[in-house]
Each structure stands twice: as structure tokens, then as C-alpha cells.
């Protein structure tokens, strides 16, 4: 019998996280008990742990937070066919309604109602998670609970990334944050030209230039027209990738591109962001705003380049006992780790 299990909870609507001791969620027949190996501490769980206005009208309390898992199947609801005990795991932490007209089309990521585990359902950071099963995504042999563990950022940054063609294209990824690195590692392996990265931080941009073949650029210290000049490019970027939600960094990024470029938005700007909409009229750029993973076919396509050698390993930069999770706290919110992986087992 499991009975009760340890997780971290926003317990108190304020700044912190808590170790608590919780019930083994009941699963319903539609469900799977997965026994958590590693979790990844997210931007997101950042917020919470600050108690941000958006944590404060998004999530509820108590809550046991977290959405970045890895894990093993130990438990299988009574409708649930194709899955098996002892099955390592990740999974969606969206959960979808399966009524609107996007789901029934089979655009699942697009449906409105979408709730997220560890922001407004009990999540994975605890000893035991429920999950759909229509939500768990087996892990391969090949793929560690490690990696498993940051599907979830890494399916960001793919989809972002596959938004547009990529193959001979000069792209520019504004924000090297994990997400950032993780999106120019992606872009190298699928063929792109050159792959430009921008922050104000170098110890991110040394994490970048480490995990893939990319050209780091210090915007607070480097000119981009003269690395883009450097580059031997002939007009700007085909493709931008934002990824830090910095107001400047869009700018930027408009600035940069070519005519007829395009731009896939994934950094969420803190507020409203003043936009100069006539610069991307007359230079006729497509935006695109990414949401999540497209479920599934991110998840397909990022086990499928994992396999065939895209290699993000060393984006995790910092491993912790979850005995130890203030610490891994403290590493994540100063803004200078990479990915921060705790253990579960
Ligand atoms: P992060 O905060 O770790 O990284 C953002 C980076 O942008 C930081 O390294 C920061 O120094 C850098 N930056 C700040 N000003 C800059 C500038 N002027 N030019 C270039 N870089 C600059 O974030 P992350 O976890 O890697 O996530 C990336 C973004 O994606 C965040 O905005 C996050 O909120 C967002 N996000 C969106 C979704 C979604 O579904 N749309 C999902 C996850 C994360
Ligand atoms: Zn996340």
C-alpha cells in the first residue's frame, strides 16, 4: 500500500516552497500512478516560488507544483490499453478538454481549455503523479530519466523552432536562456545556416556556445549589424526565434531580420510590449505566437532528433537531492544556471 508520499507545495500564498507530506493521488480509470524519478525546476515554477501577480491570480493554494518529469508507470487505470507497469515515462503537462472544435480536429495544443499540472492541477513534484494516460509519453531505452526530465522546455524550444523552415537559413534566437540554447541546438541539427544567439548575460552565452555550434553575441557589448556583416550575410536573419520575453530583444530582432523573414514568439514579454507594427508591415514579417508542445507530434519529432544524435545534455547544468530543493532554487533563480534537475529517487 502506498500511503503517503513527499512533495513540494505552494502551501502559503507568499514568496517559497514547501516540503510537505501528501496522499498518494487515487487514480481514476482513465489514469496512470507514475512514480517520479527527476523533475525540472522551470521558469515557471520560478515564478511561483516568487509569488509573482501572475502566480497570484493563476495558481491556487495548496498546490503541489511542477510540470517537467521523469518517471515510471506503477499503477494503470481500469479503460487504460497499451500501457504497461515498469514503463519509464515523461508526459504532457497540459491537460486538454477533448470537446472544442480544435481537439476534435486533432489540434490538441490549440484547445482553450487547457489546464496545466503544477499551475492550476496537483503537479509533478512530489514522490507520485497522476496523469492521463492519453497524456504519458514513453521514454526509449536510449533516453535517460536525466533528459526525460526537461521533454517539456526541450518541446518548447522544438516546437518554436520547427515553426518555419529552418534548412540553409541564417536564424537569429534572441535569449539564451535553457529554452534559447536548447531551440539553437535544434536549429543546428536540422540544417540551418548560421545560428546567431543574443543575451546580456555571459555566463549564458559561454553555456550556449557549449552546448551547440552556434555564435554567441553579448548585445549589451557587440553590434549585431557587424556580426551579421562578420558572417559574410547579405541581408538579415530568415528566421528569429524569441526567446526572452525582453521588449529590446524584439526590437532587435525586427531590426535584424530580412525582408519577408519570419518570427516565432515563444518569450512571454513581462507586461504590455509597445510594438512598431509599420516596421513589420514594410518589411511584410510573419509572426507566429507558440504555446506549449504540439501534442504529439513535438514530442515525436524531439525523441525522434534525440535519437539521431541532437544532444542537449549539457544544458543541465545543476543536479540536486530534492532533500536539497532550496538549493536547487536558490541556482535556478539566479539566472545564470542552466537546466536544474532534482532527484526523486
Ligand atoms: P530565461 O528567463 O531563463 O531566459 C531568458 C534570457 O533572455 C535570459 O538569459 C536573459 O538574460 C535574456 N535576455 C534578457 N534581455 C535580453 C536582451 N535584450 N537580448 C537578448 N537576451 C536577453 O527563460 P527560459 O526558461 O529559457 O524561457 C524563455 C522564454 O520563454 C521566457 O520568456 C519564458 O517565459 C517563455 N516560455 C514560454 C512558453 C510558452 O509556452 N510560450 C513556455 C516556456 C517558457
Ligand atoms: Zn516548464
Redesign the pocket.
Known sequence: MRNDMIALEKTHAREGLWQVTAPVPEIGPDDVLIRVHKTGI???DIHIWNWDAWAEQTVPTPLITGHEFAGEIVEIGSNVDGLVLGQRCSGEGHLIGKTSRQSRAGKFHLDPATRGIGVNEQGAFAQYLRLPAFNVVPLPDEISDDIGAILD?LG?AVHTALSFDLIGEDVLI???????IMAAAVARHVGARHVVI????PD?LRLAGEVADVVPVN?AEQDLAEVIASLGMQQGFDVGLE????Q??LD?MVEAMTMGGRIAM???PPGQSPVDWSRIVFKAITIKG???REIFETWYKMIAMLQNGLDVSRVITHRFAVADFEAGFATMRS?SSGKVVLDWT
Open positions: 522551470c521558469g515557471t522546455p518548447n534572441t535569449g539564451a536562456g535553457p529554452i534559447g543574443t543575451d546580456v548575460n549564458r548585445v526567446m526572452s520575453g525582453n529590446a530583444a532587435q515563444l518569450g512571454i507558440v504555446y506549449g539566472g
